[in-house]
């Protein structure tokens, strides 16, 4: 009997496309295929890419010469985003064998009857208008916890984001979808679910084909906190205009949800949110944390923040830093701006240098850091639950608490996938949490 011909993966970006590369994954699976990792030699490598930032691009031409070196006669596929918007650039990379658009992705298996290398890369790439159909996605096998994809694409036209460009209108899967997909991740044995999309507040719209809204996020999120067997559920970034005061409350009391948002600011001028073209200001966000913590205390809040946007001034910049020095928030997820193509932003006057960006961003990367240790120092003597991780790490096995302290202890195999209710005691020169066990058993399913 002939060997299966071997695939192996590697993605690039968000929580999105982790549910997308696995579920392709499996289609590879259901044809006969054996899943390698991305440093074994296989026959074929897919590469799930991402365009939001210019050095995710870049990074593109590299994973292909690892592959490469690995087995230069294997088939390189190119899909995702990057594909979506710049589908002959990628194929001009040398080694790259086909490139797969927005619609085509999930019909990647389609295109495998011939993997004969040639001089010119194949590319199947459609208009971003025909992205108008959903496809249910989500993660299993790489983590102890699932990226559960719920919505797709987005209709907002922020000045500096590509994303509708490369994924289309915001549409959204039937709500007995995702519950389903979520009972067939816990009956996997997975502990945590993270619920993943462009714009997941936006959930219900376009969920049976068109503009209405069936069902709202605060729905969707009922929903998922009845399906039996889940341990955990944690939403991933929702805009804060789209998080409203009842479902923070919902999840104050929730079963399943845990108490850990990440809110996108990106600037707290708002000035500067305004040419961004953002659907909030600055004190809206304040009261959406404001919100969080009189409900849930404990709660963890992360933020995006772009530095360096067009004609942002030095005391538009110090506007931002010292709102966000004030704010109740846990850490920061910075970007410094960078120009994509077919962007309003791209066009603006008033760049700003890209050395005042890079210092504006480790400002900010040193505020997340302070940000970061006194949200953990106020969690000190406090009792939690934390889900260990998979991997050991120099002898030692990472977990996060429900609240995203992420706290260690030394490798231990039979602590991976599993609850535990600890103390936290102290925080170790890393910036990880020390803890004792407060209850000795496994948190039971």
């Known amino acids: 009997m002939k060997d299966a011909k071997k695939v192996a993966f590697y993605t690039l970006g968000c929580k999105l496309n982790f549910s997308e590369t696995s579920t392709i994954a499996r289609s590879f699976k259901e044809e006969g295929f054996d899943r390698v990792e991305f440093s074994e030699i296989a026959d074929i490598y897919v590469i799930n890419t991402c365009s939001v930032t210019e050095n995710a691009d870049k990074r593109f031409k590299s994973i292909v010469k690892q592959a490469q070196k690995v087995n230069e006669d294997a088939f390189v596929i190119a899909v995702g985003c990057y594909a979506q918007l710049k589908p002959e650039e990628l194929a001009d990379v040398d080694g790259v064998d086909l490139v797969l658009g927005a619609t085509e992705k999930f019909k990647i298996t389609d295109y495998l009857n011939d993997l004969t290398k040639h001089e010119f890369a194949e590319i199947h790439s459609c208009e971003i208008q025909d992205a108008d159909f959903y496809v249910s996605a989500y993660s299993f096998g790489d983590r102890t916890r699932a990226f559960l994809k719920v919505q797709d694409g987005c209709d907002y036209k922020c000045t500096y984001c590509t994303i509708p460009l490369?994924?289309?209108?915001?549409?959204?899967?039937?709500?007995?979808?995702?519950?389903?997909?979520?009972?067939?991740?816990?009956?996997?044995?997975?502990?945590?679910?993270?619920?993943?999309?462009?714009?997941?507040?936006?959930?219900?719209?376009?969920?049976?084909?068109?503009?209405?809204?069936?069902?709202?996020?605060?729905d969707l999120v009922k929903a998922l906190d009845d399906v039996k067997g889940i341990e955990r559920l944690r939403i991933s970034s929702i805009e804060p205009n789209l998080l409203k005061n009842e479902t923070i409350e919902f999840v104050a009391q929730s079963k399943t949800f845990v108490p850990h948002f990440h809110i996108p600011l990106q600037s707290g001028s708002n000035e500067i949110l305004k040419a961004m073209r953002r659907r909030?200001?600055?004190?809206?966000?304040?009261?959406?944390?404001?919100?969080?913590?009189?409900?849930?205390?404990?709660?963890?809040?992360?933020?995006?923040?772009?530095?360096?946007?067009?004609?942002?001034?030095?005391?538009?910049?110090?506007?931002?830093?010292?709102?966000?020095?004030?704010?109740?928030?846990?850490?920061?997820?910075?970007?410094?701006?960078?120009?994509?193509?077919?962007?309003?932003?791209?066009?603006?006057?008033?760049?700003?240098?890209?050395?005042?960006?890079?210092?504006?961003?480790?400002?900010?990367?040193?505020?997340?850091?302070?940000?970061?240790?006194?949200?953990?120092?106020?969690?000190?003597?406090?009792?939690?639950?934390?889900?260990?991780?998979?991997?050991?790490?120099?002898?030692?096995?990472?977990?996060?608490?429900?609240?995203?302290?992420?706290?260690?202890?030394?490798?231990?195999?039979?602590?991976?996938?599993?609850?535990?209710?600890?103390?936290?005691?102290?925080?170790?020169?890393?910036?990880?949490?020390?803890?004792?066990?407060?209850?000795?058993?496994?948190?039971?399913?």
């Open 166 to 218: 490369a994924r289309g209108i915001s549409r959204s899967d039937k709500l007995e979808n995702v519950l389903q997909n979520a009972a067939e991740i816990s009956a996997k044995g997975i502990k945590e679910i993270v619920l993943t999309g462009v714009n997941i507040g936006d959930y219900g719209k376009g969920e049976f084909g068109n503009k209405k809204h069936e069902h709202t996020f605060l």
């Open 280 to 445: 909030y200001l600055r004190e809206l966000y304040v009261d959406r944390v404001s919100k969080i913590k009189e409900v849930m205390p404990n709660s963890c809040i992360g933020v995006d923040v772009i530095v360096g946007f067009p004609g942002e001034t030095n005391e538009q910049f110090l506007e931002t830093y010292n709102f966000l020095n004030e704010l109740d928030i846990s850490y920061l997820h910075v970007f410094a701006f960078s120009e994509r193509e077919n962007t309003p932003a791209a066009e603006m006057e008033n760049p700003v240098p890209l050395s005042i960006r890079k210092k504006r961003s480790k400002m900010l990367r040193g505020l997340s850091a302070k940000k970061r240790r006194a949200f953990y120092e106020s969690q000190i003597d406090t009792v939690h639950t934390v889900l260990f991780e998979g991997e050991n790490k120099e002898g030692y096995i990472h977990g996060f608490t429900e609240n995203y302290v992420k706290v260690k202890t030394p490798w231990n195999p039979e602590l991976v996938n599993t609850l535990h209710q600890i103390k936290l005691t102290t925080i170790a020169e890393d910036g990880l949490v020390k803890f004792e066990y407060f209850q000795q058993e496994a948190v039971e399913a």
